[in-house]
Every structure is written in structure tokens, then in C-alpha cells.
Nanobody, 119 residues
Framework: QVQLVESGGGLVQAGGSLRLSCAAS????????MGWYRQAPGKQRELVAA???????NYADSVKGRFTISRDNAKNTVYLQMNSLKPEDTAVYYC?????????????WGKGTLVTVSS
């Protein structure tokens, strides 16, 4: 069974940094796009950053220049390096990926990791 597991969330002061990781496991044939979304209390889930299998990236305007998404295809893992964190970055961060497996191709979500930025 394919699953995505995030790690690296926590409490950090404004201006600090965190690195999130998301590892995919299971009977995986290949992984296409991978991305990070976040959902703050009372708000809709939004795209933070995404990366294709070839390494092309895109970012939400609110995180450009502060966050960097990367992936290690050999490890089926995507990362999100978050620098210069702001209180408004506080949210649950979710990993998302389109995974081709024995069950076919579909999007998968992780359970999320909480990032709290104190002022």
C-alpha cells in the first residue's frame, strides 16, 4: 500500500528555519509531480510549492524567495526548506504526489505535519 509520511514540523521563532521531508513508500513504479500544501486554521488548503519529476518548480507568491522545494528520486522523497519564517506561515503542511503503482496512477496525500511560527 502506497503512503506518504511527512516529518520535520515543529515550533520555531519568526525568522527561523525548518526543513520538511516527505517519503513515499509501498509498491511504487514511478512518481510524477510532488508538492507541498498547507492549511491554516479557518482557511482553505493552498499550494505552497510543487516540483515535477524533471525538477521544474513553482511556488506560491507568498513563499517565493524564502522556501525551496527539492526531491530525491532515488529515495522517493520531497523536501521543503523553509527560511525566514513568518507567523503567517503557521499551518498544517501536507505532502501530495501523483504516484504510479500496482494500484494504478493517482494522487496521494500525507497526514500532515504542524508548523508553528511564533512572533
Amino acid at each position: 500500500q502506497v503512503q506518504l509520511v511527512e516529518s520535520g514540523g515543529g515550533l520555531v521563532q519568526a525568522g527561523g528555519s525548518l526543513r520538511l521531508s516527505c517519503a513515499a513508500s509501498g509498491s511504487i513504479f514511478s512518481i510524477n509531480a510532488m508538492g507541498w500544501y498547507r492549511q491554516a486554521p479557518g482557511k482553505q488548503r493552498e499550494l505552497v510549492a510543487a516540483i515535477t519529476s524533471g525538477g521544474s518548480t513553482n511556488y506560491a507568491d507568498s513563499v517565493k524567495g524564502r522556501f525551496t522545494i527539492s526531491r530525491d528520486n532515488a529515495k522517493n522523497t520531497v523536501y521543503l526548506q523553509m527560511n525566514s519564517l513568518k507567523p503567517e506561515d503557521t499551518a498544517v503542511y501536507y505532502c501530495n504526489a501523483f504516484i504510479n503503482s500496482a494500484a494504478g496512477g493517482r494522487y496521494y496525500w500525507g497526514k500532515g505535519t504542524l508548523v508553528t511560527v511564533s512572533s
